[in-house]
């Protein structure tokens, strides 16, 4: 058990730090690229280590597969989103 | 045999289903459905009112046998009986007169405006006898987004700028105004835990939480009504639309947003608003009776003249609040009055659009200087046009007499006498407003009118029949009506 | 304080700034914007006074749940339907404003 | 003051600022992006109150399906976009009054009552077992406020026809949206033949378990509509044209078979919109089906907007 909650929290506190890394790239950088660059590296590493920090605390293989399954979305539904963003920059000449 | 309280829950299935069939249908089949709908409805309009006319007693309907609080109850009281009828009279000619634009001929591509007219008719008649029957406030939110959704397109029918503009602003205001509706609702809800109508009347004890949300209510619903100074949407919208259109628009739907405000003043919270918000809202009443008759009489176009006239005759309704409030003798002769008004004008200014859609047809233009000697080219149609004039002026025999009539002995019967003072100058406004246009149209000009297209006997037969229903309102004796009781003192003692 | 409360202020606030940006704001889309927040504030309400009523095991009232649920497709359809509008009228005019209509001009 | 509550605290500002900011953004663009992170944020907070139903309608809904419909129009707005004057100073001061007033009362009744409010839950939950569900909020839904629901429907379809009634003449039966000419984009394609079977999994899965659990019809049929926005995006299918006949079907047979369930109610003796005991949930289950099609189809062709070409 205790080795779990130490892996927990490390693995969550190290997601929380790339959230906040991607944040302030996203308040920072100067364009939309450099911007979706930043948020989107960051957040899908913060929640990989976040989902995987979580691990250790369920109870069934089931909410395991759940919280996995959850990143994975994340991970095409992020994906997606960003593909949309960046051609919608690219056609419109937006900041 | 189908019970009569399910007639109920038919009076807004029936047009709903009309909604969801035409469209499966498209084409020629919208307006098959439609006249299918407008037949059902008008029978099960009169089995309802025959109903609570023979056994002087309100219906009710619980959904799924859930009672309330939890579920939701239909009922229809005197005031649902007579706003079905009025719907359903309104809705008919309406439907009949739009037939001969709203064509769709055969073997042809699916058409728009036809689809799309009848369509929002059936969708505008779902949202209005949900509005005369629903029990619940939030029901009752949902029945004014149905009158909204399908109001709005009708106003853009057309397709023309302006119309489109107009359209826009007026959905813009609608949907403050429900918005404000619903944020009561929540504030009712935290309060008692009830929506229903009857079981809120009562818990409602007068407290800071049903005084706010009751003026939230009032406010948006007065939006929606375009009650002056929030009538601004009105002209450009009812004026801009298709003749049947603005006919439905002026009559009725304006019409729902104020019913739920009489359902909310005198059934569900009653006693609440004192006095002081009652004299308020007759103020704003005839301020829209002021200022509506004048802007009216400054129009230059004949359908924008008519919907100032209906901000005007709006405005009258609002009188149901100071004289009506109470249980005495002249409190019901008010009730009756107010309602009646309600109706005549409903079917004047119905009348009143189509014919004025007639003479826009048959002339090209709708300037009201152009008018000379349009009464021997159109004699049917400036007639039918008159006699609904004649019930907005409130002269004898019309509906609007008898309407007037009675609020105005009500008015000084409770010694509010200075609302008598602004009902007969609105009459005399109206007055003015009406001869400017039939003063010259009944003169005749220096040259004969030409005609930029015939119309057909049909549709003014259909204009002049529902202007004089107008006038046969007038024949109903200047009394409280019994069965607009029905319903009035008993509604608290019969829900489960 | 209970979060409930803490909810409650910032539905008043939202019903408020979005009240406001619908009054003032004199683009049509910031205007649907604004009725979306009042519309938003007006839903965390009923949520507030649901999570007050928790009972029975559950962790709000269902009925004013429920209600919002309907209210946000209501509200969803009336800004598409808004929207929908503002495109043609901008398609019609070339504008993204609402001028006051010239009333002569309405046939 | 907890930690919790401080988390509370910290989301509430979040939404209020995005909300501030939403109003007083000089442009629309970034104002709908920030509309969408606001719904985002709404959504937890509609968790934070226990109601997981309505956190996904916010999120799905209220911020995914609405934030589409408001990016697209920005951006078609965007290159037409002036500065309108707003209005008078003694016009904004006194809509400031107005809706300071609005808030205070609000605040007020919000701080006053205090305590527990009156609730349906203990009701709602007893009669659960008779229909066969376990989530309160369905069952509110679909059986004790059916009836709106039931009307709610026919708003979004008449919402629909109102859009489309917003085509010109000559596009009427066309295709809704304009013309895209598709600049491929591999990825973009790849997602799009990639995530819509998860998709739809997804959503049955959300259907089904909206009997129970937080989930439902309304939920389902957004997903699968983001799906089918998604493989319209990419260009992988265009639009449909508003005159084929399976388009009407598909956006009809949901309300109508809610409809003809609701009367065949009238047969029971509870009447319409009651179902019968034996064979409540799976009659239940069939109409949310049918309605999760619908619903999807609506939600998809409301993003699309009115025909702008011709088929």
Redesign the interface.
Known sequence: MLVGNIATVVLVSLGAVFFLAGTVGLLRFPDSMTRLHALTKADNLGLGLVVLGLLPQVDSVLAALKLVAVWVLTQLAGATVTQLVARAVWRGGGS | MIAPA?LL?LA??LP??G???A??A?GRGAERVAMAVIAGGAAIALAIAGTLWSTGAPLS??????AP????ALRADGLSAFMLLTSALVIGAIGLFARATYVQPAGT?????PL?FW??LM?VW?GLN?VWL?GDL??L???L??L???A??LV??E???????????Y??FA??GS?LY??G???L??????LDIVLLSRLARPE??VF?ALA?MTAGLAAKTALFPLHLWL??AH??APAAASALLSALVVKGSFILMVRLWFDSLPGIAGDGAAQFMAALGSAAIIVGSVLALR???L??MIAYSTVAQIGYLFFLFPLAGAAGDWERLAWTGGIMQLVAHAVAKAAMFMAAGLI?EALG??RIAGFAGLGRALPVVMFAFGLAGMSLMGLPPSGGFVAKAMLLTASIGEGQWWWAVVIMIGGLLAAGYMFRVLTPALAGGAAPVILAARISRPRQAIVLGLAICALLLGLMPLRPSALLEVGRTTQAAEVR | MTPATLYGLCSAVLVGAGLYGALVNPQPLRKILALNLLGSGTFLLFGVIARRGAAAGLGGDPVPQAMVITGIVVAFSATALAVALLLRVYQETGRTTLEQPAPKDVV | MSLALLADAALVLLVLGLAFWINAASRAFPAVVGYVAFGLLLALAWLRLSAGDVAMTEAAVGSGVTGAVLIAASVRLRSAETEAPPPALPLRLLALLLSGLVTAALAGLVLWTTGPAPSLADQAVQHLPGLGMGNAVTGVLIAYRALDTLLEKVVLLLALMGIWSLAKDRYWGGIPGPSRIQPTNGALILLARLLPPIGIVVAVYILWVGATDPGGAFQGGAILAAMWLLVMLAGLRDAPAISRPWVRLCVTVGPAAFIAVGLTGFALPNGFLSYPDSIAKPLIIAVESVLTLSIAVILGLLVAGPPERQP
């Open positions: 399910a829950v807004i299935i709903a289903a909604v969801v069939l469209l499966a498209g309907y619980i959904i799924g046998g859930w609080p939890l579920g939701i591509p699916e058409r728009r405006a799309v369509i929002m969708g779902t949900a629903a939030f029901s939110y949902v029945a987004e149905l909204t959704f399908s709005v397109p853009s029918l397709g023309k700028p302006e119309t489109l503009a107009a359209a826009l602003r959905m813009l949907l403050i918005i619903l944020l609702c929540a504030l809800y935290g309060g008692y835990g009830t800071p939480v706010v939230l002209p450009p004026a801009g129009q230059e176009r359908k924008l826009g233009h709708d």
